[in-house]
T-cell receptor, first 113, second 113 residues
């Protein structure tokens, strides 16, 4: 158990809909990262927040957005969903900005039908 | 970030040592070498990291070539639970682009009983 929690575990929704994925980092961790894992693209970095502020952006679509709240939990919002958005979404956290160890949650499996 | 090259898959027998290679011929002087692994149906898990010297922890050892153009992750005694995809990742902590991890294809390790 990494100490990072993600909800929900599974999500099935229809094209065009909007969903919110939630992540609680390990106690004391200030950085939160979101990654997407699909069969054809592998594990890809989406976005990073540090202590409430956006720190870095990767291959995140404009239909996707995220935020980190004062209690440090984070939410990833996916809108106008397409079939290709079906994937595993992982959240990770680390103590600060150090890159040495990131702790990953169990993921949310999103299926868009 | 510099690129890494890993074999697609490797096989090992249970209770035998495993040497997982990684080539990174374009590594820069400030790139750290990280290893993560992903067990089936789980999020990635930090294994080990190093810069120049060989490193040991409870999970594995990391042997880094003197010219740093390659490294080897060593599992001293493979168990069935070590069957996973192992990712070798380079990361420069001084880059201002955040601390995301760039995952490649990794090496799928199969452990035979």
């Amino acid at each position: 158990d990494s100490g990072v929690t993600q909800t929900p575990k599974h999500l099935i929704t229809a094209t065009g809909q909007r969903v919110t994925l939630r992540c609680s980092p390990r106690s004391g961790d200030l950085s939160v990262y979101w990654y997407q894992q699909s069969l054809d693209q592998g594990l890809q970095f989406l976005i990073q927040y540090y202590n409430g502020e956006e720190r870095a952006k990767g291959n995140i679509l404009e239909r996707f957005s995220a935020q980190q709240f004062p209690d440090l939990h984070s939410e990833l919002n996916l809108s106008s969903l397409e079939l290709g958005d079906s994937a595993l979404y992982f959240c990770a956290s680390s103590v600060g900005l150090d890159p040495y160890e990131q702790y990953f949650g169990p993921g949310t499996r999103l299926t868009v039908t | 970030d510099a690129k890494t090259t890993q074999p697609n898959s490797m096989e090992s027998n249970e209770e035998e040592p495993v040497h997982l290679p990684c080539n990174h011929s374009t590594i820069s002087g400030t790139d750290y070498i990280h290893w993560y692994r992903q067990l089936p149906s789980q999020g990635p898990e930090y294994v080990i990291h190093g810069l120049t010297s060989n490193v040991n922890n409870r999970m594995a050892s990391l042997a880094i070539a003197e010219d740093r153009k390659s490294s080897t992750l060593i599992l001293h005694r493979a168990t069935l639970r070590d069957a996973a995809v192992y990712y070798c990742i380079l990361r420069d902590p001084h880059e201002d682009a955040g601390n995301m991890l760039t995952f490649g294809g990794g090496t799928r390790l199969m452990v035979k009983p």
